[in-house]
C-alpha cells in the first residue's frame, strides 16, 4: 500500500522532494498501511461476530413466523392490519370460509355479511383506526358460518381478526339462532290464531281446552279466553263433542259440518280436530254465509236454465266425458232430432254421427278431421267460434266455451236471416253510396261529435275542399273555416253550426240560401237524422235563380205595359163615350127630321152615322167590361133566367144583320133545359157575341143554330154555324184580347167579342168549349153550372 501511494506521489513535482523527505513519507505511509491493516483485521472480526448473532436471530424468528402461521392457519380466520391510518391493509390467512374468494375480500363487508352486520362492521373499522376503539361481536355470514369479529390496536397497528365459530361454539350459536327462528315463529303463529276471526282451540291430552283464541271466546260467549277455558265453555253440541271425544281416542282426524250457536245465532260450522304432539288443537270456519250463496247460485243457476229454455238460440251442454247433460227446446228445433234419442245422454260424437247421416251438417271430404277439430274444444282453453254452411242452405255461428268443471257448453244461433238482411243492407248501402256520389247537389253529413262522417264529391267540388282535408273528418269548425273565403256570412256559419252540435232546444230542419263571392247561389238544407247525425245538402240553383230573375223582370214590364195598355183603353173609353153618345144622339136627331126635313142621301149618311156610332158605342162598352171584370168589379145579379127568352131577345137584336146577310137562325131548345139561374143582361151578351160572332163567319144562305141542353147540373148553351171553320193554330188565340181573325171571310172585328164570352162564362162558374175544324163550321158551347151561379152569389 505504501509502494502504491509512492507510486502515485511520484509524479507530483520530483523537484519538490528529496531524497530524505521521501524516506520520511514512505516511512509515515507504511505505519499508517499497518494500523489501517489491525483496525481491519478486530472490526471484521466484531462484524463477523454480529453477523453470526443477527443470523440466530433471524433462523429464530423465521421460526417463531413458522409457528405462528401453523397456529394461525389451525383455525378458518383472516388477520388484517394497517400501520397507521392512511396505510395499506395487510392481510393474512385465507377468507373463503368468508363465501369470499380472496382474502383482500374480507373488508369488502357487504359481500359476505347481511347488510345491517355489514354497516356495524364499517362503523366498527372505522373508530378502530381513527380512535384505536376495540371492538368484538358475533354475527352470520350470508354464506351460513358464524363469524367472530374482534378489532383492537396492537404495537400502534389496527388489527381485525374475523374467525369462523367451529365446535361447540358453534353449535350452540346455531341451535340459538334457530330457537330464535321458531320462537319467532311461534309467536308470529300464536298471533295469527288469535286473531283469526274463526274460533280455533287446543285442548291437552285429557281433552280439556287449555287455550282458546278471542273469536272463540266471542262464539261461546265469554268475555275473554281465560273465562272459557276455567269454565270449560264448548262451541260444539253434545253429539258433535262426543264424536271428537272418539277421534281423539283413537288419535284421528275429526272433520264434519254441523249446526251450532254462535253468540246467540245458529250457524253452520265446518269443524277440523286433529292430534298434536302436545295434545290436540281445532278450528272452527263458519259456512253460513257459503250455504247461503251456493242455495241462491243454484237459484240462478235454476233461473239460468229456465232463461236458457226460452231462448231461440240453441243451447247444448256436455260433461267431461262429453256426454249430453242440457239442452233447450231451441237445440230440438234446430237439428230436429228425436227427444228419446237426446234423453238418453248421447257422447257428442254420436250426435254429430246422426246429424252427419241426415245430412244436416256441412259436407266435408275428410269427416274426421273436421269431427276432431269440433271436439278439440274440450282440451282447449279458450272459446272457439265456427260457421257451419248447411246443404239447406241455412248458415249455423257454432261457439263452443269449455266449462270450467270440464265438458263444452255449445251455442248454435241460425244467422240465415241476419246474413241475408246484411248482405241485402250492404247492397243498399252501396247503392245509396254510388247514389250519393252521382248527385249534382254537395251533401255532407255530421255526426253528434260535430265531425264530418260523410260527403260526396260533389261537396267538396263545390266548396272547393280537399279530398284529404275532407277525407280526416274534420269538425264543423274546421270545414266552416274552409268554406268561409267563399261565404263570408258567420250568422248563418253560427245557424248551421248550431244544428248539428245540438245547442238548440229543438232539433229542426232548417234552410237558407247562400249568395256566393263567386255569383253561384246554393239552396241551403240541414235535417236531424234519427242517429242523432245531421245531414246537409247544397243544391246549386244559380241558374233557376237567374232564370226566375229574368223571369220577373219581364213579368215585371209585361205587368207594366199591361196595365198602361189598360189604363190608356179606360182613358180612351171614357173619353170617347161622352163625345160618341152626343154623336148618336145628334144623328138619330137628325133621323127624325123633326128640326127640318131630309133628302134621300142625307137620310141614308146620317142612318150610316147612327149605324156606326152603336157599333162604335158596342166596342167601348166591350172594353169597358173587360176592365170592369179584370178589376173584380162587375157583380153579377143572379136570378131565374129563362133560356129561351134570353135567346129570342138577343135573336131580335141582330135581326136586321141576319135579314142582310141571308142567314137562317135555328133555335133548338130541350124541354129539360129547365131555368138557368144566372145574370139575365150577361147571359144575353153573351149570346149575342157568339151569334154575332157566327154571323160574321157565315155565308149567305147557311144557317146559325142556337140550342139549349141539360147535361146532369149544368146546362149547355151552345152556337153553332156552317163557315169556313177555325184551324188549329188559330183555335188557340180565339179567346184572347184583341186578337182578330178574318179568315178569308168579310168579318173584321177588334176581337174581344170571344174573350168577353169567356170570362162572363167563368165568372158564373161555368167554361166555353170550343170545337172547330177548317171546311166543318165553328161550334161554341158555353157550360153554365146550374148551381155555379148560385154559389157564386154566396161568394160574393
Same mark, same amino acid.
Given at each position: 500500500?505504501?509502494?502504491?501511494?509512492?507510486?502515485?506521489?511520484?509524479?507530483?513535482?520530483?523537484?519538490?522532494?528529496?531524497?530524505?523527505?521521501?524516506?520520511?513519507?514512505?516511512?509515515?505511509?507504511?505505519?499508517?498501511?499497518?494500523?489501517?491493516?489491525?483496525?481491519?483485521?478486530?472490526?471484521?472480526?466484531?462484524?463477523?461476530?454480529?453477523?453470526?448473532?443477527?443470523?440466530?436471530?433471524?433462523?429464530?424468528?423465521?421460526?417463531?413466523?413458522?409457528?405462528?402461521?401453523?397456529?394461525?392457519?389451525?383455525?378458518?380466520?383472516?388477520?388484517?392490519?394497517?400501520?397507521?391510518?392512511?396505510?395499506?391493509?395487510?392481510?393474512?390467512?385465507?377468507?373463503?370460509?368468508?363465501?369470499?374468494?380472496?382474502?383482500?375480500?374480507?373488508?369488502?363487508?357487504?359481500?359476505?355479511?347481511?347488510?345491517?352486520?355489514?354497516?356495524?362492521?364499517?362503523?366498527?373499522?372505522?373508530?378502530?383506526?381513527?380512535?384505536?376503539?376495540?371492538?368484538?361481536?358475533?354475527?352470520?355470514?350470508?354464506?351460513?358460518?358464524?363469524?367472530?369479529?374482534?378489532?383492537?390496536?396492537?404495537?400502534?397497528?389496527?388489527?381485525?381478526?374475523?374467525?369462523?365459530?367451529?365446535?361447540?361454539?358453534?353449535?350452540?350459536?346455531?341451535?340459538?339462532?334457530?330457537?330464535?327462528?321458531?320462537?319467532?315463529?311461534?309467536?308470529?303463529?300464536?298471533?295469527?290464531?288469535?286473531?283469526?276471526?274463526?274460533?280455533?282451540?287446543?285442548?291437552?291430552?285429557?281433552?280439556?281446552?287449555?287455550?282458546?283464541?278471542?273469536?272463540?271466546?266471542?262464539?261461546?260467549?265469554?268475555?275473554?279466553?281465560?273465562?272459557?277455558?276455567?269454565?270449560?265453555?264448548?262451541?260444539?253440541?253434545?253429539?258433535?263433542?262426543?264424536?271428537?271425544?272418539?277421534?281423539?281416542?283413537?288419535?284421528?282426524?275429526?272433520?264434519?259440518?254441523?249446526?251450532?250457536?254462535?253468540?246467540?245465532?245458529?250457524?253452520?260450522?265446518?269443524?277440523?280436530?286433529?292430534?298434536?304432539?302436545?295434545?290436540?288443537?281445532?278450528?272452527?270456519?263458519?259456512?253460513?254465509?257459503?250455504?247461503?250463496?251456493?242455495?241462491?247460485?243454484?237459484?240462478?243457476?235454476?233461473?239460468?236454465?229456465?232463461? @236458457? =229454455?226460452? /231462448?231461440?238460440?240453441?243451447? *247444448? &251442454? $256436455?260433461?267431461?266425458?262429453? %256426454? #249430453?247433460?242440457?239442452? !233447450? +227446446?231451441?237445440?230440438?228445433?234446430?237439428?230436429?232430432?228425436?227427444?228419446?234419442?237426446?234423453?238418453?245422454?248421447?257422447?257428442?260424437?254420436?250426435?254429430?254421427?246422426?246429424?252427419?247421416?241426415?245430412?244436416?251438417?256441412?259436407?266435408?271430404?275428410?269427416?274426421?278431421?273436421?269431427?276432431?277439430?269440433?271436439?278439440?274444444?274440450?282440451?282447449?282453453?279458450?272459446?272457439?267460434?265456427?260457421?257451419?254452411?248447411?246443404?239447406?242452405?241455412?248458415?249455423?255461428?257454432?261457439?263452443?266455451?269449455?266449462?270450467?268443471?270440464?265438458?263444452?257448453?255449445?251455442?248454435?244461433?241460425?244467422?240465415?236471416?241476419?246474413?241475408?238482411?246484411?248482405?241485402?243492407?250492404?247492397?243498399?248501402?252501396?247503392?245509396?253510396?254510388?247514389? @250519393? =256520389?252521382? /248527385?249534382?247537389?254537395?251533401? *255532407? &253529413? $255530421?255526426?253528434?261529435?260535430? %265531425? #264530418?262522417?260523410?260527403? !260526396? +264529391?260533389?261537396?267538396?267540388?263545390?266548396?272547393?275542399?280537399?279530398?284529404?282535408?275532407?277525407?280526416?273528418?274534420?269538425?264543423?269548425?274546421?270545414?266552416?273555416?274552409?268554406?268561409?273565403?267563399?261565404?263570408?256570412?258567420?250568422?248563418?256559419?253560427?245557424?248551421?253550426?248550431?244544428?248539428?252540435?245540438?245547442?238548440?232546444?229543438?232539433?229542426?230542419?232548417?234552410?237558407?240560401?247562400?249568395?256566393?263571392?263567386?255569383?253561384?247561389?246554393?239552396?241551403?238544407?240541414?235535417?236531424?237524422?234519427?242517429?242523432?247525425?245531421?245531414?246537409?245538402?247544397?243544391?246549386?240553383?244559380?241558374?233557376?235563380?237567374?232564370?226566375?230573375?229574368?223571369?220577373?223582370?219581364?213579368?215585371?214590364?209585361?205587368?207594366?205595359?199591361?196595365? @198602361?195598355?189598360?189604363?190608356?183603353?179606360?182613358?180612351?173609353?171614357?173619353?170617347?163615350?161622352?163625345? #160618341?153618345?152626343?154623336?148618336?144622339?145628334?144623328?138619330?136627331?137628325?133621323?127624325?127630321?123633326?128640326?127640318?126635313?131630309?133628302?134621300?142621301?142625307?137620310?141614308?149618311?146620317?142612318?150610316?152615322?147612327?149605324?156606326?156610332?152603336?157599333?162604335?158605342?158596342?166596342?167601348?162598352?166591350?172594353?169597358?167590361?173587360?176592365?170592369?171584370?179584370?178589376?173584380?168589379?162587375?157583380?153579377?145579379?143572379?136570378?131565374?133566367?129563362?133560356?129561351?127568352?134570353?135567346?129570342?131577345?138577343?135573336?131580335?137584336?141582330?135581326?136586321?144583320?141576319?135579314?142582310?146577310?141571308?142567314?137562317?137562325?135555328?133555335?133548338?131548345?130541350?124541354?129539360?133545359?129547365?131555368?138557368?139561374?144566372?145574370?139575365?143582361?150577361?147571359?144575353?151578351?153573351?149570346?149575342?157575341?157568339?151569334?154575332?160572332?157566327?154571323?160574321?163567319?157565315?155565308?149567305?144562305?147557311?144557317?146559325?143554330?142556337?140550342?139549349?141542353?141539360?147535361?146532369?147540373?149544368?146546362?149547355?148553351?151552345?152556337?153553332?154555324?156552317?163557315?169556313?171553320?177555325?184551324?188549329?193554330?188559330?183555335?188557340?188565340?180565339?179567346?184572347?184580347?184583341?186578337?182578330?181573325?178574318?179568315?178569308?171571310?168579310?168579318?173584321?172585328?177588334?176581337?174581344?167579342?170571344?174573350?168577353?164570352?169567356?170570362?162572363?162564362?167563368?165568372?158564373?162558374?161555368?167554361?166555353?168549349?170550343?170545337?172547330?175544324?177548317?171546311?166543318?163550321?165553328?161550334?161554341?158551347?158555353?157550360?153554365?153550372?146550374?148551381?155555379?151561379?148560385?154559389?157564386?152569389?154566396?161568394?160574393?
Amino acid at each position: 500500500m505504501a509502494l502504491a501511494q509512492a507510486e502515485w506521489l511520484a509524479p507530483l513535482r520530483p523537484d519538490l522532494f528529496s531524497t530524505g523527505a521521501l524516506s520520511v513519507v514512505l516511512a509515515g505511509l507504511a505505519v499508517f498501511a499497518t494500523t489501517t491493516s489491525l483496525v481491519y483485521v478486530r472490526e471484521r472480526a466484531r462484524w463477523y461476530r454480529r453477523e453470526s448473532a443477527l443470523a440466530g436471530e433471524l433462523e429464530a424468528t423465521r421460526a417463531q413466523q413458522d409457528r405462528l402461521s401453523a397456529l394461525l392457519a389451525a383455525d378458518a380466520q383472516v388477520v388484517v392490519s394497517w400501520n397507521g391510518r392512511d396505510a395499506e391493509p395487510v392481510f393474512e390467512g385465507d377468507s373463503g370460509f368468508l363465501g369470499a374468494p380472496g382474502a383482500t375480500l374480507a373488508l369488502a363487508y357487504g359481500a359476505w355479511a347481511p347488510p345491517s352486520e355489514a354497516k356495524k362492521l364499517e362503523l366498527a373499522t372505522d373508530a378502530l383506526k381513527e380512535r384505536g376503539e376495540s371492538f368484538g361481536f358475533t354475527l352470520r355470514s350470508k354464506a351460513g358460518p358464524f363469524i367472530d369479529a374482534e378489532g383492537r390496536p396492537v404495537a400502534g397497528r389496527a388489527v381485525i381478526r374475523l374467525r369462523e365459530v367451529s365446535g361447540e361454539r358453534a353449535q350452540v350459536l346455531a341451535l340459538r339462532a334457530e330457537l330464535e327462528r321458531l320462537s319467532g315463529d311461534h309467536k308470529a303463529l300464536a298471533g295469527l290464531l288469535a286473531g283469526l276471526p274463526q274460533p280455533a282451540w287446543t285442548r291437552n291430552p285429557e281433552g280439556r281446552l287449555s287455550w282458546c283464541n278471542a273469536a272463540y271466546a266471542r262464539a261461546v260467549e265469554a268475555t275473554e279466553g281465560t273465562e272459557a277455558i276455567k269454565n270449560g265453555l264448548e262451541l260444539l253440541d253434545r253429539s258433535e263433542r262426543e264424536g271428537a271425544a272418539r277421534a281423539r281416542r283413537e288419535g284421528q282426524v275429526f272433520s264434519t259440518r254441523a249446526p251450532a250457536v254462535v253468540a246467540g245465532q245458529r250457524r253452520t260450522l265446518d269443524i277440523l280436530e286433529m292430534p298434536t304432539p302436545t295434545g290436540f288443537a281445532g278450528i272452527a270456519t263458519d259456512m253460513s254465509e257459503l250455504e247461503a250463496v251456493r242455495a241462491d247460485l243454484q237459484r240462478q243457476m235454476d233461473a239460468q236454465v229456465r232463461t @236458457l =229454455d226460452r /231462448l231461440k238460440t240453441a243451447v *247444448a &251442454v $256436455f260433461d267431461a266425458s262429453q %256426454r #249430453l247433460v242440457y239442452r !233447450n +227446446p231451441g237445440f230440438e228445433t234446430l237439428w230436429s232430432l228425436d227427444p228419446g234419442f237426446l234423453d238418453g245422454h248421447p257422447r257428442d260424437g254420436e250426435i254429430l254421427d246422426r246429424l252427419r247421416s241426415e245430412r244436416r251438417l256441412p259436407e266435408f271430404g275428410d269427416y274426421r278431421s273436421w269431427k276432431a277439430g269440433v271436439q278439440a274444444a274440450y282440451t282447449s282453453t279458450r272459446a272457439n267460434e265456427d260457421w257451419w254452411y248447411l246443404p239447406d242452405g241455412r248458415t249455423i255461428h257454432v261457439v263452443a266455451s269449455p266449462n270450467p268443471q270440464g265438458g263444452v257448453t255449445y251455442l248454435l244461433d241460425d244467422v240465415t236471416e241476419r246474413f241475408t238482411l246484411e248482405s241485402r243492407f250492404n247492397a243498399l248501402s252501396r247503392t245509396q253510396r254510388e247514389t @250519393l =256520389d252521382s /248527385l249534382r247537389e254537395g251533401v *255532407a &253529413v $255530421f255526426g253528434s261529435d260535430g %265531425r #264530418l262522417k260523410l260527403s !260526396n +264529391p260533389a261537396f267538396a267540388q263545390s266548396w272547393k275542399i280537399q279530398a284529404d282535408l275532407v277525407g280526416a273528418a274534420p269538425h264543423i269548425d274546421e270545414v266552416v273555416r274552409l268554406c268561409r273565403p267563399l261565404f263570408p256570412e258567420d250568422e248563418i256559419w253560427s245557424e248551421l253550426n248550431s244544428v248539428i252540435t245540438g245547442v238548440r232546444d229543438a232539433r229542426e230542419d232548417y234552410g237558407c240560401r247562400m249568395q256566393r263571392r263567386d255569383g253561384t247561389v246554393l239552396d241551403c238544407a240541414a235535417a236531424p237524422l234519427p242517429d242523432g247525425a245531421t245531414l246537409i245538402s247544397f243544391a246549386d240553383v244559380t241558374a233557376s235563380v237567374n232564370v226566375e230573375r229574368a223571369l220577373t223582370e219581364k213579368n215585371e214590364a209585361l205587368e207594366k205595359v199591361s196595365r @198602361l195598355r189598360e189604363d190608356f183603353v179606360h182613358h180612351v173609353s171614357y173619353e170617347l163615350r161622352s163625345p #160618341l153618345t152626343n154623336i148618336i144622339g145628334f144623328a138619330q136627331l137628325l133621323g127624325t127630321e123633326a128640326i127640318g126635313a131630309l133628302n134621300e142621301k142625307q137620310r141614308d149618311y146620317t142612318s150610316h152615322i147612327v149605324r156606326s156610332s152603336g157599333a162604335l158605342l158596342a166596342i167601348i162598352n166591350d172594353i169597358l167590361d173587360l176592365a170592369t171584370i179584370d178589376n173584380g168589379a162587375l157583380t153579377l145579379e143572379i136570378e131565374e133566367v129563362d133560356v129561351a127568352e134570353t135567346i129570342a131577345q138577343a135573336a131580335a137584336g141582330l135581326h136586321d144583320r141576319l135579314t142582310g146577310s141571308k142567314l137562317e137562325l135555328k133555335v133548338e131548345i130541350s124541354p129539360q133545359a129547365g131555368p138557368l139561374r144566372a145574370d139575365g143582361k150577361r147571359l144575353r151578351q153573351v149570346l149575342f157575341n157568339l151569334i154575332s160572332n157566327a154571323i160574321g163567319f157565315s155565308s149567305p144562305g147557311q144557317a146559325i143554330t142556337v140550342s139549349a141542353s141539360r147535361h146532369g147540373d149544368n146546362v149547355h148553351i151552345t152556337v153553332a154555324d156552317q163557315g169556313r171553320g177555325i184551324p188549329a193554330e188559330v183555335k188557340e188565340k180565339v179567346f184572347d184580347r184583341f186578337e182578330s181573325h178574318s179568315l178569308g171571310s168579310s168579318h173584321r172585328g177588334v176581337g174581344l167579342g170571344l174573350s168577353i164570352v169567356r170570362s162572363i162564362v167563368e165568372l158564373h162558374g161555368g167554361r166555353v168549349e170550343l170545337d172547330s175544324a177548317p171546311g166543318r163550321g165553328t161550334r161554341v158551347t158555353a157550360v153554365f153550372p146550374s148551381e155555379g151561379a148560385r154559389m157564386s152569389d154566396a161568394a160574393e
